[in-house]
């Protein structure tokens, strides 16, 4: 699959400090809302039928491997030929595509009936100790009525092993205020740019960290910088501030506390915390964290720092709430929000990923969770200084990760889970 460069966009009006662009009002269709999705396995209804056969591997033909493998799951023997699969539904739906990293290539072809080219979507390398299971996303806002998928095999093992439509209902017309100016901050051919944070450092620069990489998930991958001196109206070159050779740094955060030192996170053989006391221009070496998610910490009005994450222990996820009075360096009161059993497939229990905690007076806290099973973020809450929380419960809201701000600065109190 041919790899499509990612761009860094920043909306100049969309930010109260920014000096240049204009916000205007337009109409735009509503944000769609998604329902319960649904999960195909039933392979074997694919024509032709003769190409498919249920546990048994014979060259050029398709083998949906039932008895080995946990879900029905179908592969390709040598050069098969193109399967057609047709779903049976009407509505406009969402695409995702459930297969499996190994230490070996994994790939498949797939087109919608009326296209004329195959998205060939490759899963990424793994060890031989660990194996993954992944999901694309191969197509948005399908109508549905009537359409067909074709299923290729590209010489590879295929390793499809389902299809998950998530239903779209419209949202209707809504007017919202839109950006008219935008600028590019990093664009390259060849390479991938993911996970951007923004901050304003204590000089009034803004500063843009990321990921850049050559793919999703790859061992290039590294934290790279961006700068501007003039509200984002021109950036500097990218330079990178962190990078293991041996591993995959990702999912960059980026806060700046308030005696002006910049915090920036990262998910490197665990999580780290690196800080600068020079707005970015030389960086102490980064030190552990005990919980991760996207984002990052925050800084709490008592000048102590928290970060939301999650930790694996003795096969339970938990969702934990850490706190750190040295900027990260030393982390305590890890406060629990909630737990759930190991990321599972096929999805058929919550797993709570990718936390955002926001504490909204000096007793209530809110969280919001990832969580694939159904793509809808989950919501707890605590009142009592986060002591104790809510179980999460699914809100309306449908997609990863979530970020929450508040709008309206009014104090908050001194929510610190040092004194708790």
Same mark, same amino acid.
């Given at each position: ?183 590019? @901050?990093?664009? $390259? ?6 996970? /951007? %944070?923004?901050? !304003?450092?204590?000089? *009034?620069? &803004?500063? =843009? ?31 990178? @501030?962190?990078? $293991? ?6 999912? /960059? %955060?980026?806060? !700046?506390?308030?005696? *002006?030192? &910049?915090? =920036? ?43 939301? %994450? ?111």
């Amino acid at each position: 699959m041919s790899l499509v460069t990612t761009l860094l966009i920043l909306g100049l009006a969309g930010c109260s400090l920014a000096q240049t662009g204009q916000l205007e009002l337009r109409e735009f269709d509503g944000a769609p809302r998604h329902g319960d999705p649904i999960i195909r396995e039933d392979f074997e209804r694919c024509e032709p039928a003769d190409a498919v056969l249920l546990d048994e591997r014979k060259p050029d033909t398709w083998v949906l491997r039932t008895k080995d493998w946990p879900t029905p799951l179908l592969n390709a023997m040598g050069n098969p030929p193109d399967l057609t699969y047709d779903p049976q539904l009407t509505g406009i739906y969402d695409i995702h595509i459930g297969t499996r990293g190994t230490d070996f290539p994994v790939a498949i072809g797939l087109r919608l009936a009326g296209e004329d080219e195959f998205t060939i979507i490759s899963s990424p390398r793994e060890t031989t100790r660990v194996h993954r299971d992944w999901e694309y996303c191969f197509r948005r806002e399908v109508p549905m009525d009537g359409e067909k998928i074709i299923i290729h095999a590209t010489g590879v093992a295929a390793y499809l092993d389902y299809i998950k439509f998530v239903p779209i209902v419209g949202g209707g017309k809504t007017q919202l205020r839109a950006a008219t100016d935008h600028v590019m @901050i990093a664009s $390259d051919e060849g390479a991938h740019f993911a996970f /951007p %944070g923004v901050a !304003r450092l204590k000089n *009034g620069s &803004l500063a =843009v960290v990321f990921r850049e990489g050559t793919a999703h998930v790859d061992p290039s991958g590294k934290v790279a910088m961006c700068i501007s001196t003039d509200n984002g109206r021109t950036w500097s070159p990218r330079r990178t @501030i962190y990078d $293991d050779p041996k591993t995959d740094e990702r999912d /960059p %955060g980026i806060c !700046r506390h308030s005696d *002006g030192t &910049l915090l =920036v996170s990262m998910a490197s053989r665990g999580a780290r915390v690196m800080r600068s006391a020079d707005n970015g221009e030389t960086w102490d070496e980064p030190t552990r964290a005990p919980v991760f998610s996207p984002h990052g910490p925050r800084e709490l009005p008592d000048g102590s720092i928290y970060w939301c %994450g999650i930790s694996t222990r003795m096969g339970i996820n938990h969702v934990k709430i850490a706190t750190s009075q040295d900027l990260g360096r030393t982390w305590e009161a890890e406060r629990t929000v909630a737990l759930s059993l190991p990321y599972h497939r096929p999805w058929v229990r919550p797993f709570w990923d990718e936390p955002w905690a926001i504490p909204l007076d000096e007793n209530r806290w809110l969280v919001l969770h990832r969580v694939d099973m159904d793509g809808y973020l989950y919501a707890n809450a605590s009142s009592d200084g986060g002591r104790t929380f809510t179980s999460p419960v699914r809100t309306p809201m449908w997609g990863c990760p979530p970020f929450v701000m508040r709008l309206e600065e009014r104090p908050v109190g001194n929510p610190s889970l040092r004194e708790r």
